[in-house]
């Protein structure tokens, strides 16, 4: 996998020694937490605008699972669409994976969902038609995206969804002769003889 080589490695500055830095970008806080990844919120030096840095640390990483990680960015690298989270940038060092990706300022809709209740109709509507546009759109490039759930769609500062993938089991290409199942649909799938795509 060939990724953007940085001037100089994207390290993180130890505290004290100014603005903690990734490549152009200075971090401003942190997003979320994983057991392999944390996600920083960041402001690019120079044209200020604000960026999500998912920061994957290798070693906690098996070989599959890291490499999972690996087609999971070179497919996102291939999508473009108003409702998926655009991956901007990707940096490596030997023990560390940077993916700079499209900032949502709005955050989860699990959040949103649980602190507003309830979305009216037509604004259930409406995100429901921004999810089955993005959904449509992998499908018709034999992408599937195995890990939609409320704390993976996310809102931009316009409300609008924003599908998150990066987690080893988000986007995915299609394997047209192999079922492709969650656990739960398995036993479904297996009686059916269908495949189901989540």
Not at 10 to 14: C, H
Not at 134 to 139: D, F, K, L, P
Not at 144 to 148: A, F, G, M, P, S
């Given at each position: 996998?060939v990724?953007?080589?940085?001037?100089?490695p994207?390290?993180?500055?130890?505290r004290?020694?100014?603005p903690?830095?990734?490549?152009?970008y200075?971090i401003?806080?942190?997003l979320?937490?994983?057991?392999?990844?944390?996600?920083?919120l960041?402001r690019h030096?120079?044209?200020?605008?604000?960026?999500?840095?998912?920061?994957?640390d290798?070693?906690?990483?098996d070989a599959?699972n890291?490499?999972k990680?690996?087609?999971e960015?070179q497919?996102?690298?291939?999508?473009?669409?108003?409702?998926?989270?655009?991956l901007?940038?990707?940096m490596?060092?030997?023990?560390?994976?940077?993916?700079v990706?499209?900032?949502?300022?709005?955050?989860?809709?699990?959040d949103?969902l649980?602190?507003?209740g309830?979305?009216?109709?037509?604004?259930?509507?409406?995100?429901?038609w921004?999810?089955?546009?993005?959904?449509?759109?992998?499908?018709g490039?034999?992408i599937?995206?195995?890990?939609?759930k409320?704390e993976n769609?996310l809102?931009?500062?316009?409300?609008?969804?924003?599908i998150?993938g990066i987690?080893?089991?988000?986007?995915?290409?299609?394997?047209t002769?192999?079922?492709?199942?969650?656990?739960?649909?398995?036993?479904h799938?297996l009686?059916?003889?269908?495949s189901?795509?989540l």
């Open positions: 996998m990724m953007a080589e940085p001037r100089r994207p390290a993180l500055l130890p004290g020694l100014g903690v830095r990734v490549g152009f200075d401003e806080g942190t979320g937490k994983g057991n392999f990844a944390v996600v920083k960041a030096r120079i044209t200020r605008s604000e960026v999500a840095i998912k920061i994957i290798k070693s906690q990483l599959v890291l490499e990680i690996y087609r960015v497919i996102m690298k291939m999508l473009d669409h108003p409702h998926i989270i655009k901007y940038q990707v490596e060092t030997k023990s560390m994976l940077y993916l990706t499209e900032f949502a300022k709005n955050g989860e809709i699990f949103y649980a602190s507003h309830r979305l009216s109709e037509s604004e259930a509507r409406r995100k429901f921004q999810i089955l546009s993005a959904v449509e759109y992998c499908h490039r034999k599937v995206h195995r890990d939609l409320a769609l809102l931009d500062n316009n409300m609008n969804i924003k998150a987690t080893g089991t988000g986007f995915q290409l299609l394997v002769d192999a079922l492709c199942c969650h656990p739960i649909k398995l036993a799938c009686y059916s003889g269908t189901v795509h």
